[in-house]
Every structure is written in structure tokens, then in C-alpha cells.
């Protein structure tokens, strides 16, 4: 993240709001565009035997499809992020559309698993663009509007968008092979991103006219080029050990610790970081926010991977039965999101997310070949609670705790350390279901589930930053 003194920023917007300044026509295509990534990231789970019988590929290889999106949009949060803060948010936004258009039409139309994967990495970079632009010109909005923060609506519903929509790709994907064949995973994502592409057009104030005056030199060290690669590198030898498992990679973990040390004394010395490891060891209250979401993450996406291989396997689902069980989930976290996003509320949420996700991982412990099927509908909706008080007080909190100059990057980070407990979490379920999918496996998930819990629930418990109430304004707009 940007040092605190860096004289960076986005260029200043055109225009000043008037009448409401964040009525549906400024939300929508931020919405839309931010609903893009957790979407894609489980849309392609049900193309991949199609793909794989269409291509002439065994189907174990098609699960690069998945791995390429989450390397992608790791590292391409915080980045979008930082490039917002330079080059401005609207710009990167639109960046971002193009980049969708482009690997939504180049994998419609792949003859081959190496196009499938440029398109899906595209995509991913793409897709990661929404997020940390839209917390950006939320908040310029705000500023611009005379409010010290927005209404707490409009972060819940960019979290709704952000994060409670993943698992809705998992019965939409179903819907779509089974009508339109596996491309249209890929292509159904150029009509949506033309949408967003026309409403910011014509809704988003475009960014002031950009610094021409700025050498390549003197641009490359406010992206802080040197910092990005090496946060790319240090995260892409992470994630390719993590995904390895349960085939333990150790020369990449050996490899990986080597860049994270490295990238950690460049940015010490580095005039606009970033990655701010000074900011972050000061500011406890954002690291511990960034904590909370992954282990949070990584309860969540054990149940969405995990228990769904479960179903398919043990009870007998098909694959859009299956996503349509976890549907429930993805309806009560946004109806959690809401009236924690309006109340502004930060400490009580996120308890309830640690105590929820100890709840659900205990419920796990009860399935079984015999148990009611509803049962898992019932855990679900527990981890749904989770995932809805997480992500809403957990925005809330890191929009009070980063600093304004410093928000896309911070956005992009909180994204990234979900892709970490997501990756996790398929880490977990990978290991224990490496020989086959049974009761006795998901048994030994639940209490891995159960340990992650726990310490949640004693890190959230233990913060005592979280008794201190971010003082953003209750006030709707008219």
C-alpha cells in the first residue's frame, strides 16, 4: 500500500454531484461490476467434465481453469487498486471491462485448454479491476457530496455484490451448460460487462485529465513496479504450493519464502510501497481485519467445496441440485449484509460471524450417509449468517482503518486475503478428500473447521480496536 506521505492520488473527478448523489444510475454498473468475480470464480465448477469431454482433454487437467482465475484475481486486487490510486478509478474500471469482454469472447470461442486458460486468467485480472476502483469512487463520491463516509447501503450493497454472490455461480453454471453448452460460462460474461460498460460510460463522472507532466520513471515508483512483481511472484509460488497439496511442493514454499523476504526489505526502503509493511505493523485494528476475513473465507469455501463434492458424491446430487442446496446460503448473507451495512455496525457482526462459523463446522459433525438431507440446507444457512456479517463488518471496519490515499490498495489486500482462505479451504478438501469423498472425510473437515473457529472467535474476542465505533454518519440520502 502507498506510504502515508506519498503525494499520490487519484486525479480529481469532473463535476460535483447534486440531488442524490448515490442513487441507482452511480451504483449499478459498480454493483455489476464487482458481482463479476465471485461469480467467475465458481461459474466454471460445473463446465468442467463438459469442457474437458469437449476439448478431448483428461478432466483432471481442466482444474487449471479454477487455479488460473484465483492466481489471477489474488494478485490483481491489491494491484487494480494501486493503479486506481495513480491513473485514477474510473479508468482502471473501464480497463478492467475491456479485459472481461476480451477473455469472455476468447473463450466462447477456444479450440484449446491453453486459450481456455488465457481467457480465464483475462478474466480474472479483468474482473479483479471492480472492487477496490468501486471503494475508491464511493468514497470520492462522498467526499465530493460533503459526507465524511457514505451510506452504510451502499457498502452493503457493493458487498452484497462482492461477496455474497459466489456461490451463485454454481447453480447459474448448471443452468447454462445444461441449455447452452459449457462456452456459455464464458460468454455470458460480454453482455453483463457491456452493461457495466454502458452505465459507467454514461453514470460514473469520468476522472480529471490525467498528469501528463509525470515521466515513466517517476510513475513506474508511484506503482511501485519493483513491489508489484515481487508481490506477484512471492504469491503465484505460494499459491501453486498450496495447490499442489496434498504433493508437498517444498522447494516452492522454500522458493516463496526467499521472495516474501525480499519483497519485505524492498518495500522497507521503497518511497511509495506497495505494500506499506510499516503502515500494517502500526495499524493492528486493518491487519486484524485482513486475519479475520481469510480464516472467515476459509470456513465458507470448505462448505462450498467440501460439502458440495459431499452431496455429489455420498448422497447421490447432481451437480445443479447441489448448487441449488447452497442457493440459501448466498440469500441470507445479503440479507444479513443489509441492515449491518445501514446500522454501520463493525464489532457486533463480526463475533457473530466467529460464532457462527463455529456453530456451522459443529453442524458438519452431524452429516452423514443417514442424516436428512435438509440438514445441510440448515448449515448452510448458519455459514450464510457467517459469510454475510463477515463481509459487511469487515468493510465497514477497513473503511474506517485505511487511510483515505490508501483505499484501493487496502480493498484489493482484504480481497486477497479471501483468495488466501478460499485456496485454503481447497487446500483442506483436496488433502482430505485425496483418496475419496466420505462421512469419515467430512468428519475430519469439520474439525479442522472447528480449530479455525476457534481461533477466530479468540482473535475477534481478544481486539479491543473493535470496541471503538468507526464514526461513519447513520444519515440515509434523501
Excluded at 452511480?26 to 467434465?49: D, E, M, Y
Excluded at 452493461?195 to 507532466?213: C, E, M, N
Excluded at 463455529?358 to 448449515?379: C, E, K, N, P, Q
Aim: hydrophobic residues 55%; charged residues 10%; aromatic residues 8%.
Amino acid at each position: 500500500m502507498p506510504s502515508p506521505r506519498s503525494s499520490t492520488s487519484a486525479p480529481a473527478v469532473v463535476g460535483t454531484p447534486s440531488g442524490r448523489p448515490f442513487s441507482w444510475r452511480f451504483t449499478t454498473p459498480l454493483f455489476l461490476g464487482s458481482a463479476l468475480n465471485p461469480v467467475n470464480s465458481s461459474l466454471i465448477a460445473t463446465a468442467l467434465v463438459p469442457i474437458a469431454h469437449g476439448l478431448g482433454v483428461p478432466v483432471g487437467r481442466t482444474a487449471a481453469l479454477v487455479t488460473a482465475l484465483y492466481l489471477a484475481s489474488a494478485i490483481a486486487q491489491p494491484t487494480a487498486g494501486k493503479a486506481a490510486e495513480v491513473f485514477g478509478p474510473r479508468r482502471v474500471f473501464l480497463a478492467g471491462i475491456a479485459f472481461v469482454v476480451a477473455g469472455g469472447l476468447l473463450g466462447g470461442f477456444a479450440q484449446n485448454l491453453l486459450t481456455l486458460l488465457v481467457s480465464r486468467v483475462l478474466i480474472g485480472l479483468g474482473t479483479s479491476c471492480a472492487y477496490p476502483t468501486a471503494m475508491l469512487l464511493i468514497r470520492r463520491r462522498a467526499q465530493e457530496s460533503g459526507l465524511d463516509k457514505p451510506p452504510g447501503t451502499v457498502l452493503g450493497g457493493l458487498q452484497i455484490a462482492a461477496i455474497a454472490t459466489a456461490s451463485l455461480g454454481l447453480p447459474l453454471g448448471g443452468v447454462l451448460v445444461g441449455a447452452l453448452g459449457w462456452r456459455a460460462v464464458f460468454l455470458v460474461n460480454v453482455p453483463v460487462a457491456l452493461a457495466a460498460l454502458a452505465a459507467t460510460l454514461a453514470w460514473v463522472p469520468p476522472d480529471g485529465p490525467p498528469d501528463r507532466t509525470r515521466r515513466l520513471r517517476g510513475i513506474a515508483a508511484d506503482l511501485d513496479v519493483i513491489g508489484i512483481a515481487g508481490f506477484a511472484t512471492a504469491m503465484i509460488t505460494l499459491l501453486l504450493f498450496l495447490f499442489e497439496l496434498p504433493t508437498a511442493r517444498w522447494y516452492l514454499l522454500a522458493m516463496s519464502a526467499v521472495l516474501w523476504a525480499a519483497l519485505a526489505l524492498w518495500e522497507l526502503r521503497a518511497r511509495t510501497p506497495f505494500l506499506d509493511l510499516r503502515l500494517l505493523a502500526r495499524n493492528r485494528a486493518l491487519t486484524s481485519t485482513y486475519l479475520r476475513f481469510g480464516l472467515v473465507l476459509i470456513c465458507v469455501y470448505v462448505v462450498l467445496y467440501g460439502i458440495t463434492q459431499w452431496v455429489q458424491t455420498v448422497r447421490g446430487l447432481s451437480e445443479t441440485e447441489a448448487g441449488l442446496l447452497l442457493l440459501p446460503m448466498t440469500l441470507v448473507s445479503g440479507l444479513v449484509i443489509s441492515p449491518v451495512s445501514r446500522r454501520n455496525l463493525v464489532r457486533g457482526p463480526v463475533i457473530a460471524a466467529a460464532l457462527a462459523c463455529l456453530l456451522g463446522s459443529a453442524g458438519v459433525l452431524l452429516l452423514g450417509t443417514s442424516a436428512w438431507i435438509g440438514w445441510v440446507v440448515v448449515v448452510t444457512l448458519v455459514f450464510g449468517i457467517a459469510m454475510g456479517a463477515a463481509a459487511a463488518g469487515n468493510q465497514i471496519a477497513l473503511y474506517g482503518q485505511a487511510p483515505a490515499e490508501q483505499l484501493g490498495t487496502a480493498s484489493g489486500l482484504l480481497r486477497t486475503f479471501g483468495y488466501l482462505g478460499s485456496i485454503a479451504a481447497s487446500a483442506i478438501t483436496g488433502i482430505v478428500f485425496h483418496t475419496r469423498v466420505s462421512d469419515q472425510g467430512v468428519h475430519l473437515i469439520a474439525w479442522i473447521m472447528v480449530g479455525v473457529s476457534v481461533v477466530l472467535v479468540l482473535l475477534t474476542v481478544a481486539d479491543r480496536t473493535l470496541r471503538t465505533r468507526p464514526s461513519i454518519p447513520l444519515k440515509e440520502q434523501p
